[in-house]
């Protein structure tokens, strides 16, 4: 071992000479690097190398040369590249060549070391590299991609790319990602071919039939030459010659024609549709494959892209008929043309124009929308239609909103330039007449008729002023209005399709909630109650529904007294028909509703009543009598406890203290309820120090340990926090803990982490 490290390093020699020579590093800091280097040998050197030590070196190498170069700029050094220059990258390469010998399944070591020859611009390396990869994980495609991307980008090797694709798709056919990138290339080159002849002057093809009519004109033209020269005047045998000679020169024109018929056909994607047909061979039932072409498709506009595009749809429908999202998909294929989303534009007139330019293909793309849900009237496609439609519906608000702002400060400084105007003009005819006072006695008639014509260019000016203004207002206030009128249509188009959606019943309860919130957004509150009354007919038991019904109803009812009953009668209702386990979130929307309703009669200074409050109680006692030991975290015990402590809060921890009591009889509302119990008991101890010893304080403390006892035989076996809880509270007491101690141990169904978490409590070691 260490004569072959001793090897490695002797081969440094002439690196650490001309990097001392050249001023990169001084002598100590060389000292510091070969130790450094001889470290990482004897590392490598070892039975068993790890994939980290050599990891750390090329990094330690890396910085080593990064800090070279900036020493490099920062003292001008100079001169031909040497050793100094080149070893430490040739190490680098011999850190990763030595490491994916060792490791020679590890994919990630590959990779990094082709990204370590592009960065450090390492080309030879580069395709020694790919192809040892290569060799190794022919069946990973991102490797092939690499190298086709190297050979297309870096060495302009086009046909090495293309066989390294070709050869790549016979390892992984089935492989889209492939497909893709191939199909990438293909139409990249296309791109730059067609960049290229109009550099050079060269006519570029706009259309297959453009191809066509220009290939007809070439071919009538040369007919009418031959013709002409079959009439020349000549006859005999030189006319036969003539004959023979224009054979042969028809036969070059020929071959030279098709020669320019295929250039014309590459120019135009012949190539990519033969990509695109394999493609489709290879994996004929993947809509996700269709997809990515699509948006590789979609990223290119020369003329030919349109053509490849429409094939692939009619591909797409022709072969997934029956599923919704190819419906989706070439319903929004409409919108390619478009980009993304439109967004509010500050201007009003480009905003009206964008929106004209936009209404053609989104009427296009609702019909295909439309004709779906005529073939497929399933839930999932209805969703997709309202996901379109609510994607155009948000940009489309908030472009009106902001005109409409825009229309609204404009009148607001139009009044205000009136009300200026109307104060400057009353100024200006009392100066005038003050003026006049004072021109009678010191200034001259022709003073007098200056200030009059300026005057009169003012009002001109202002007059120019408003009329531009008035312009820009009433171009605002078009676009405010064709704003407004695309969010109607939108808005009444989303409805109804809501609507149509219930009434055939294919809506879930996603939809009534989607239903609601869009009504909301459009300003439409009745709408939305009467869509969540009609999800909570149809899903009676679901909890997002009722939620959602809830939350509708505390924002617009809630507030009036006189809606109280009606609120409370929901949340009854709710409550009786969502089973226990799903009702938490109504519990916490009860005590929300419970809480604005209060509030709303303290501003009444109305007497608080407790009639709500005891008619939720009896509803949570009888829920709670009827189900299931509930969890130890969260569950209805995180209700129980957020009741109490509203109870603890507002009526005093009698009330809560009541609460806790009865619900004790009952099976264990949770885990959560015994530790917010237990907590609101120990903070009135706390508050009543000074009582201790009393009767009443000893009381609560027997209540306290009733709580926790109860706490611990309903979850004495998983909840470890409540055990330790308890013995603290016990050694606060002035009682020892050994008992629960030993009766934890044996409850727990892991006491490990208790005994550890004890010991550390008594303070005794492990």
Partial sequence: ???????????????????????????????????????????????????????????????????????KKALKIKGKRGPAETGIVRRIHFTYERATRKFKADLDLWLAWIDYCKSSNSTKQMSKVVTKALQRHGHVAALWVEA?????????????????????????RKDEGLWGEYLRMELLYVARLRARREVLGLPNPESAEDIAQLQRQQREAKEAARKRK???????RG?????????????EEAAHEASEAAVRAVLTGAVAHLVVKGAITAVPRSLALRQR?????????????????????????????????AWDLRARSHLASLGQASKASADPASSVQQAQQEDAPHQRCCEVFRAALVALP?????????????????????????????????????????TGKSQSEAGAEGGKGKGARVTRMTRAAAEKSKESEQQQQQQQQQQQEGQEGGNSNSATAAAAEAAMEAVSLLGAELLSLYQAAHATGQAGPEVYVRWASAAVMLAQPKVALRAVHKGCERWPSNAQVWSHRLKLELEMRGRKQHHADDLFATLESALAAV?????????????????????????????????????????????????????????MGSVVGSFLRH????????????????????????????????????????????????????????????????????????????????????????????????????????????????????????
């Fill in 293 to 325: 072409l699509l948006r590789v498709v979609g990223t290119f506009s020369f003329p030919g892209v349109q053509d490849l595009r429409g094939a692939l749809l009619e591909g797409v429908a022709g072969d997934f008929g029956d599923r919704e999202e």
């Fill in 239 to 251: 006319a036969e010659e003539e004959e023979g000679a224009g054979e042969g020169v028809s036969a």
């Fill in 579 to 635: 089973p226990a386990a799903e009702a938490a979130a109504l519990w916490e929307q009860a005590l929300q509703a419970l809480g604005q309703h209060q509030q709303l009669q303290q501003k009444q200074q109305q007497p608080q009543p407790s009639e709500d409050l005891q008619r939720l109680q009896e509803l949570l006692v009888r829920t709670l009598a009827a189900s299931a030991r509930g969890p130890v975290h969260g569950g």
């Fill in 378 to 418: 399933t839930p999932l496609m209805h969703m997709l239609y309202a996901d379109y439609l609510e994607e155009r519906l948000a940009p489309a608000l908030q472009a009106a909103q902001t005109l409409a702002s825009a229309v609204t400060d404009a009148q607001g400084d139009g009044q205000a330039g009136k």
């Fill in 1 to 71: 071992m260490a004569d072959t490290v001793a090897m490695v390093m002797e081969a440094m020699l002439p690196e650490l000479d001309d990097l001392e020579s050249k001023g990169y590093f001084s002598r100590s800091e060389l000292r510091e690097v070969i130790k450094k280097r001889q470290d990482f040998e004897y590392n490598f050197k070892r039975r068993a190398a790890l994939k980290r030590d050599f990891l750390r070196c090329i990094e330690f190498e890396t910085k080593l040369e990064e800090l070279r170069k900036h020493r």
């Fill in 647 to 766: 109870l603890h809060l507002e009526h005093g921890p009698s009330a809560a203290r009541a609460l806790s009591s009865r619900l004790l009889t009952l099976p264990a509302a949770g885990g959560d309820f015994f530790r917010t119990a237990i907590e609101l008991e120990q903070q009135q101890l706390e508050a009543e120090e000074c009582t201790k010893g009393t009767k009443k304080y000893k009381e609560r403390e027997r209540y306290v340990q009733r709580l926790f006892e109860a706490a611990v035989d309903a979850y004495g076996a998983e909840d470890a926090d409540m055990w330790l809880a308890y013995t603290r509270f016990e050694a606060s007491r002035g009682k020892g803990a050994g008992q629960l101690y030993w009766r934890a141990t044996k409850a727990l169904d892991d006491p490990d982490g208790f005994i550890h978490r004890f010991r550390e409590l008594q303070g005794v070691g492990p």
């Fill in 148 to 172: 086709a991307s190297w050979e297309f980008e870096r060495n302009a090797n086009v046909a090495a790319a293309r066989a390294l694709m070709q050869q790549g798709l016979r390892h992984c």
């Fill in 230 to 236: 079959r009439k020349g005047p000549q006859g005999g």
